[in-house]
């Protein structure tokens, strides 16, 4: 069955038209639903035919809207980051938060509240990216400095060793001044108090991310089929792997910073668009991005129904809803083991 | 001929290095802590005249915390050199069978529905039953997810990411229905901590370190075919699917055992064989034996000075051992070839 879809474009647009549809669906679900269940003619409305004084259509505007936004941006940008991560590194457990990206966040986040608690939403943004950014810089030097240049493996390594040892420091800071529910709760993640601005933040990046993503897609195919085999062919792996890194460093960092440390959907949705699409990047990255953005949409909103009116963490939904599907298509691979 | 000869040197080198290393630290460990100790007093108490208060203290709080470090150490460090030759993957590590969340779970499950009917005595014993068969369960449930005519590297790792997954939710999800004081445990529970450490632990993980890593040392051939791959493996003559489960279940029963007595310690796993192979090389003779060493003396120093550096705060130790082991770790990535 799988086979046969990765065979025909055909198919693979009729995969891409309804997710797309379905990824329509769930948020207009999304907006209608919530402490104050709103009808989907209303979210119409609001949407084209905004009236300011009604309050349902300022509730849509302000806090829903955004909020659906943001979701998808963010499960988009993290899939797409796990695939190029993944196809980066050609190792299947190879995650967007290896490359320091989420740990970077978190230390820089611990740093400010702790030297200056009176941030703004905004000033932490900047703060995660930043922090981001480092640990991104500080993985791409060692593997750089490293006399046998920047291999896969090390620069696997090297951001599990960079990334460990600053979650490590963020949690001794966190512990010595008692900042450890602070630091918990923006690790596990969510979407609440998302506002208009951090789209704004999430759409600048991922655009740039996108693009750049899309222009090495062709080129990463080429290089899972090995180092040398690129090479031969006339690619210039260094230049494809500073844009991936790139890449990952715009589309979490924005992702983190506006949402917290989602985990999962970067693992898995790379992994379960490979088991459909085949291996061919140009198909990987989109379709990716849209899985993602579908897969949280839907995961938001089953997180503010099954405890309402406490928000159950995003991140424990993406997997309960992910993991039976990824382990159907886990064991479907057909037998041949591609690594 | 020579070059055996060096790297048998070299390694010989090594384990008496790691093994004077590990007595020096071992007393340095005896003697700090709240109530400090002077060395000479820690020797006197060892040959049986120190006070009764130096006794209580050396005997029946540190002495077996700090072998229960070393052993636990040891067991996380050879699992997970296991791990890495049998699935040929970088960053596998004793947690990607599901031997950490599943045992996380099982305590879980414990704390949140038993741990008031049975009373506190009793369930310090009984939690790391229930951590063991929650991590033993988990990693058979992954192998039986995996299988389909035998379990290859890649199909193993990626079912391990799935259960994984599933299991850490259901773990989420439970916690939040926690009252603060569960809480807590289960947060310190899972980001490893030697705690309430005592004789009976040791006697019980002891039997498990001391038959399972002979046996994989004597398994280390294997091992080194396996790495290289199942193809290969199987052209040179091994069974590649009966050795591969033997090891597996090696793998997972000293971890087990290990995160049962020190909860879910990470990182350990992963870091330690991957030293130890920057300095000695591939073969599984020699890394076996020196990640069992490393691992030990890396627990043992990460626990002394996580109970000891922000008193009256224990810094878990988790958290320690990345911070030692990582800076010279990156150092050798950035020497490596």
């Known amino acids: 069955m799988l086979s046969i879809i990765q065979q025909s474009k055909f198919l693979k647009f009729m995969i891409v038209m309804l997710t797309c549809i379905a990824l329509i669906f769930s948020a207009g679900l999304s907006v209608s639903v919530g402490v104050a269940d709103i009808h989907l003619l209303t979210v119409w409305n609001a949407v084209f035919h905004f009236n300011d004084n009604l309050s349902s259509h300022q509730v849509i505007q302000e806090l829903r809207m955004p909020r659906v936004f943001a979701a998808a941006m963010t499960g988009a940008f993290l899939a797409v980051s796990g695939a190029v991560m993944q196809g980066l590194t050609r190792n299947p457990l190879a995650s967007p938060s290896i490359m320091g990206v989420t740990h970077g966040a978190a230390f820089a986040l611990v740093l400010v509240m702790v ?5 703004s939403n905004f000033g932490m943004t900047i703060a995660s990216f930043a922090g981001a950014g480092v640990a991104v810089a500080m993985i791409f030097t060692i593997g750089s400095f490293s006399r046998g240049g920047l291999t896969p493996v090390k620069l696997t390594l090297a ?16 512990l010595h001044f008692q900042l450890e529910k602070q630091l918990g709760f923006w690790m596990a993640g969510g979407l609440a108090g998302t506002d208009w601005t951090s789209n704004q933040v999430l759409l600048i990046s991922g ?4 693009i750049i993503a899309l222009m090495i897609a062709k080129s990463m195919t080429v290089l899972n089929l090995g180092e040398d085999v690129a090479v031969g062919l006339g690619q210039n792996n260094k230049v494809i792997k500073i844009m991936g890194i790139l890449t990952v460093l715009l589309l979490t960092g924005a992702a983190v910073s506006v949402a917290g440390a989602i985990g999962f959907i970067g693992l898995i949705i790379p992994h379960v668009t490979r088991f459909i699409m085949g291996t061919d990047y140009r198909w990987i990255i989109p379709v990716s991005a849209l899985f993602g953005a579908l897969l949280l949409v839907l995961s938001d909103v089953v997180s503010r129904l099954v405890n309402a009116p406490y928000e159950t963490p995003v991140g424990a939904i993406t997997s309960l809803i992910g993991v039976p599907f990824f382990l159907y298509l886990a064991r479907g691979r057909s037998g041949g083991d591609n690594k | 001929m020579t070059r055996m000869n060096n790297k048998t040197g070299r390694f010989t080198g090594v384990m008496m290095l790691l093994i004077l290393l590990i007595i020096v630290m071992f007393f340095m460990a005896l003697r700090t802590g709240v109530i400090n100790i002077t060395p000479l007093d820690v020797i006197r108490t060892l040959l049986g005249s120190g006070t009764d208060r130096q006794e209580l203290v050396l005997f029946e709080f540190r002495l077996p915390r700090i072998i229960l470090a070393l052993l636990i ?11 890495q030759s049998i699935t040929q993957n970088d960053l596998a590590e004793p947690g990607i069978l599901g031997i950490n969340t599943g045992a996380g779970f099982a305590v879980v499950l414990f704390i949140f529905f038993l741990q008031d009917s049975i009373g506190d005595v009793f369930s310090v014993l009984v939690m790391p039953l229930f951590a063991l068969m929650g991590a033993l ?5 992954i192998y039986v997810l995996a299988w389909k005519k035998g379990v290859s590297p890649i199909r193993l790792v990626l079912v391990g990411i799935g259960v994984n997954a599933g299991f850490s939710a259901a773990l989420v999800i439970l916690q939040l229905k926690m009252n603060p004081q569960d809480f807590r445990q289960v947060t310190v529970w899972l980001s490893g901590d030697i705690w309430s450490a005592n004789w009976t632990f040791v006697l019980a993980l002891l039997p498990w370190i001391l038959i399972l ?4 040392l004597q398994k280390s051939n294997t091992l080194n075919v396996l790495n290289l791959g199942d193809d290969i493996a199987g052209g040179l003559g091994t069974k590649v699917e009966g050795d591969r489960r033997i090891l597996l279940t090696i793998a997972v029963a000293l971890a087990g055992a290990s995160v049962a007595a020190g909860g879910a310690i990470a990182f350990l796993g992963l870091v330690v064989p991957h030293i130890v192979r920057r300095i000695i090389g591939p073969l599984h003779q ?38 030692i082991s990582t800076p010279y770790f990156i150092y050798l990535l950035i020497k490596e070839k």
Not at chain 1, 159 to 174: E, N, Q, R
Not at chain 2, 137 to 141: G, H, I, V
Not at chain 2, 213 to 216: C, E, S
């Open chain 1, 115 to 119: 030297f200056y608690p009176a941030v």
């Open chain 1, 159 to 174: 951001g599990v060793a960079i990334g460990t040892l600053l979650s490590s420091l963020s949690s001794v800071m966190a």
């Open chain 1, 207 to 210: 655009i740039i991310g996108f």
């Open chain 2, 73 to 83: 150490g040891t067991g996380l460090a050879v699992s997970g050199a296991i791990l």
């Open chain 2, 137 to 141: 369960l988990a990693a058979l449930m």
């Open chain 2, 213 to 216: 890593i002979p046996y994989a």
């Open chain 2, 286 to 323: 020699y890394t076996i034996p020196i990640s069992a060493l490393m691992g030990g003396l890396l627990l043992m120093v990460s626990d002394t000075i996580g109970k000891n550096l922000l008193t009256p705060l224990e810094i878990p130790v988790g958290i320690v051992v990345a911070i």
